[in-house]
Nanobody, 117 residues
Framework: QVQLVESGGGLVQPGGSLRLSCAAS????????MGWYRQTPGKQRELVAT???????NYADFVKGRFTISRDNAKNTVNLQMNSLQPEDTAVYYC???????????WGQGTQVTVTS
C-alpha cells in the first residue's frame, strides 16, 4: 500500500505564500505521477498541478504563474510552492499519486489552506 502524508497548510493573508509538501511511502515501484488537488465544500475536487517522474508539469489555468510544483524522485516527495495566494485558493489540498498504466489513485488526508485578511 502507498501512504501519502501532506504538510505545510495553514492560514495566510492575501498575497502571502505557503509551501506544501507530500511524502509517499510503501510503494514497491516508482510512482509515475504525483500532484495536488483541492476541494471546497459543495464543489468537486479539482486539479491544481501534477508532475510526472520525467518532470512533465501540468497546471490548472487558475494557478499558472503563481504556483510551482516540484518533486524529488529519490525521496518520493512532491512540493507545491504557492505564491500570491488569494481568498479563492482557500480549500483542502490533497496529495495524489498514481503509477503508469495503472488506474488506481492514492490520496493523502489533506491539508487545509485558508487565505483571509
Amino acid at each position: 500500500q502507498v501512504q501519502l502524508v501532506e504538510s505545510g497548510g495553514g492560514l495566510v493573508q492575501p498575497g502571502g505564500s505557503l509551501r506544501l509538501s507530500c511524502a509517499a511511502s510503501g510503494s514497491n515501484r516508482s510512482i509515475w505521477t504525483m500532484g495536488w488537488y483541492r476541494q471546497t465544500p459543495g464543489k468537486q475536487r479539482e486539479l491544481v498541478a501534477t508532475i510526472t517522474r520525467a518532470a512533465t508539469r501540468n497546471y490548472a489555468d487558475f494557478v499558472k504563474g503563481r504556483f510551482t510544483i516540484s518533486r524529488d524522485n529519490a525521496k518520493n516527495t512532491v512540493n507545491l510552492q504557492m505564491n500570491s495566494l488569494q481568498p479563492e485558493d482557500t480549500a483542502v489540498y490533497y496529495c495524489n499519486a498514481n503509477f503508469r498504466f495503472t488506474p488506481r489513485d492514492y490520496w493523502g488526508q489533506g491539508t487545509q489552506v485558508t487565505v483571509t485578511s
